[in-house]
């Protein structure tokens, strides 16, 4: 019964998202960051390592060091997080894959949706598990709303608006976390829409059950000079004939991380923002608007098993994070995580993407979201 | 110096938009209503009168007559409300236009843009007051946030998102407020897109002071059964690049009145939500987020002018009504009230509407938005 | 069926709440301002005069005057509004009730208890309609949460926690408004608890349907060189033994007019908060949280007949005045106005004000709080 | 460089606040959770040491068996996490303290102030380190705001009111968290006071740098047959002359964990609420409403050192807590921890509990706060 081992690849000195996954994969007491190649440069990976407090031997200088020396190990690593810049998800996923190690993977699964589809045949042929880190699906209010929507507590869902407005872009884009942003080469296809409108995407099909099948997608770089979209428009069309409107930006001055999401169905509908991530609107067929709040003794099983604090003591984007882990854990562990994300969403989002990408440069109007191989 | 007086058309028993024009033209003491063609039943006419507590003489069988016997009085009105549904708003100007009256029309100008462009004509051959009530153009904030983008506080505006959700039609669409918005004879062209969608559109032109130049349109009747639109996505190009996208809809099922403005330039940004209307946010620059509230010694003239009461005492609807009618009260008087909407804003809200149903029809993508004439 | 005829006393140039009582009478169309003594300055009285656009002829040099002339007049005033500073609240009303004309007194009643208390008997003795003005009264979420509670909605009432913040009076107390509420003999004993912790104390007595049976006061003069207090804190008991703490300030910079009731029952509780009038929280027993907002269709007959506008369009402070008017009208015409408030509010209220300030200077503990000849 | 060791008594089956300890010690990566005495039933102590994913032979029977065991190890724990009913913190403390071990509690401190004053000596004759976790006061904003008042930004401080509003003791306490709360026995002197009107307490004292030298108390059992008080108000003087008001209560039906602060001074004020952490209102003197929110650029040094992720990712009450270890660690490595609570704030609170409750239960007008030693 001890702690899973969790090996990272990426993570280094100035990285964001490497340090969130190692404190969600460790929130719960389950697992516990044990090796790492934190860098492509050596001595910034032991660097790292030092500072996450990991034994020194096993801070290492590259990932296909540390699948081999881990593999020699009666206590290596049970899985690794890829946190690297886009461009090397798929090489990395790939490595551990071929070493027979489960992936936990920050999103985007790969840089195109060629790639993609490449992962997909990999982790189907390996049997392997494989997650990605859609972070906002963690939180319990979200699962709250899919599971009453699932319920039939709106009747059938007819139209839902999901946003997810920055402005951090808005000026210049330099330092760490903005420049590989707004580089094709090691973001991908996508900026705006491949960093963020994709959470909103995994978001709205994830909420309603819905899948999207028709999109009419307008993107822009509005900062002169730069090469991929900061601001995008998606309207949607849902399989059973629901509409939606994605709408993201990073050119949005003042906001921070603004992602909202409203669900309208034919009897209510539920309204939730992620930087008030304990409350959900409801409405009601009869007109009641209720808040429900994380910890009310209503909330289904879902939530209550998303929740690690009563009622009043605020959880956030770690601890939704953490949920995910948790369900990776369970995974690992044999048992079922319905909920969490995997590759097969990877190859979907990958393919909205490419879809949004090409239509809008094209002016296109409404065109399908096709998904290779389904 | 007395009190300016108010004949209306339309108004009578069960209607909502009336009796607010009677009391937003009223509420400064400026103006009081003083006859009336309440309804095309006379019977209910003058029962409307009676609860008007007009003089009973002045409730009359039709406009025709009231016009004419006015006419006759010295006493007699000094403007007429129009306050029927759409389809009658031209014939009820063309004849108050005829008879030498300065009119106030509810919006929008006419039931199509044919019927605007002949009442452009009318009312720029008589050179009479006229004025159209965009409502949401009266709030003080609205009127603040407009004067500070002019004036530079965010800089080049380059993204405008305005929704108004509404949920009160996502069902039967029974009573008398909800049955002519559903018929396309007494409606006019747009469901939707005409009774809110165009308070948007006005809105965005309004605090931002730019023009729609361009728009894509996806107009749906989402309520089996409906003819006309009910939820409706149009992106927006504006005369400087900007980018918009309009939101509006009738089967939001538990929203009221949402009507939400949010503008980001490249130095800052404002957010306003006609349901708190007392409170502005502006984003600055330099990462502030500023809650201004209305009252604030800090507003400029056009906000300051457009308040009766200090902060912290709520002003609402009714208020923002009245600003119109003070504006108009201005021109009747011959002075000037610039922000007042007037028959080219009633001509351009008709284009918005024929293009945007037109271009949804035919599923177009982008199409220009042209002002005949313009 | 003529509209009914309203005098005013006060009122005059630079007057805040004069032209409030107006436009509140105004609103529903039911009254209009006749006749006015508006300044114990003559010339002032006749400017006063023509703004509201009244006859020349019936703007009056002083109170005593306006009374004998209107009484000759077939058409002569139906009651007088009392919208003087506080120490002439009483003369004017004793004026009034002397030539037979109802009052609508500005809160509070008087400058002291002993006043009060011969004023309800001219009330009593004339047998004449005589309200005051608790704005906050006439909200109608306000009168929703008092039927609700009435009706039993959270079981008995434990505990009411109502402040009633300000920051205005946190420098120096210039300007019109500032200068006679800071002047104890204009204002009376108390300064900040006359002011507005008075209606703190209505609005707790108004939606709990209970008394304030003791209380234990902290008054003080915050601002350096104040005579009258600036900051109160007052712990109450109720009759059925529910507790309540009463806080009210004018030197809470930033605060505008910060009204907010809370009441907590055995079964569930209300939050509402002036300055966003038009949202009613209710907690319920089974933990659920559901936010009432004005137009609901669940609204009961008090709050409904309070609202002009369908939900979504918010209406304010001068909405809420207008309803006492409405009710005031009712009186007017013999129609019972159970929610408007009365002389033996005002009574209690001078109570609450004396008892209070009495205690504070005493730094007594709890005394109890009483009503002479209750 | 490794991770600190920690070990915990409480925390078995059923507990709340003994895995938020291990998620807030654990959360940067710099301390774990090592061994652990969880219960007073040593086959509980077992599950939970296995729940907790410890090495089996480091759950132990009892504390003072982990002390001795652990003493004896060169890998031995750094410091003990006491998380026991309040009665039982100062034996745990004792028998750290005499072991050598540093401790960090849970608050409050001890059962009563005479302990509280032993622990004092302990405490210092050992010159080991002891923290308290008053979790509110590790909030980004919380030190923001701290930092700002210190630094002029309202100048001097006038009026604090801070609350704690919690309604889940209205009913029956029932269930292991609430059975020992209301248990004069277990819980100690006081009820709600002690176990949230303390955090109140102290977070006016850690924000405003003042100290409460008077106070008034009411504190009531409100619920039938309670034995300790279950709804506190409490009236403050602080030593710069600035007043206060302390509310706390568990039978507030519907509020959860309401924690809010307002602090007003001359020329400005801020507001807090613990519900919504990551915004903190700034009133500023020339009418200015600002939010401030976690991850703003124009953050001081102290907020920043306690925020793990961007604006827009919330951050709550693990993550808060979090801040207090961070602290922690610093101390046992030698650094200062200025913010931290400590023995003496400890001292203080039990002065502030033992002071009302007493002057409630002799319904005394003001008395001091007297900090014996001081």
Known sequence: MAKLRMGMVGGGPGAFIGPVHRMAAELDGDMILTAGAFSSDATRSFQAGERYRIEPSRAYADLDTMLAQEARRADGIDFLSVVTPNHLHLPAARAAIAAGIPVMSDKPATATLDEALELRRLVRASGLPYALTYTYSGYPLVREARARIAAGAIGKVRKIVVEYPQGWLAGDAS????????????????????????????????????????????????????????????????????????MASQISVGERNGLHIRIYGESGGFDWRQESPNALIQHHADGRTEIIQAGDAALGPDAAAATRTPGGHPEGYIEAFANLYADFARLLRGEPAPLLPGIDDGVRSMAFIATAVDASARQASWVPLLIPGE
Chains 1, 2, 3, 4 share one sequence.
């Open 175 to 246: 330092g760490k976390q903005a420049e590989w942003r707004v580089d094709p080469a090691r973001s991908g296809l996508g900026g705006c829409i491949g960093d963020i409108g994709v959470h909103a995407f995994h978001l709205a099909e994830f909420v309603s059950g819905l899948s999207v099948t028709e999109l009419l997608a307008d993107l822009a770089a509005v900062v002169p000079g730069r090469e991929l979209d900061d601001d995008c428009t998606v309207l949607l069309r849902f399989d059973n004939g629901a509409r939606g409107v994605l």
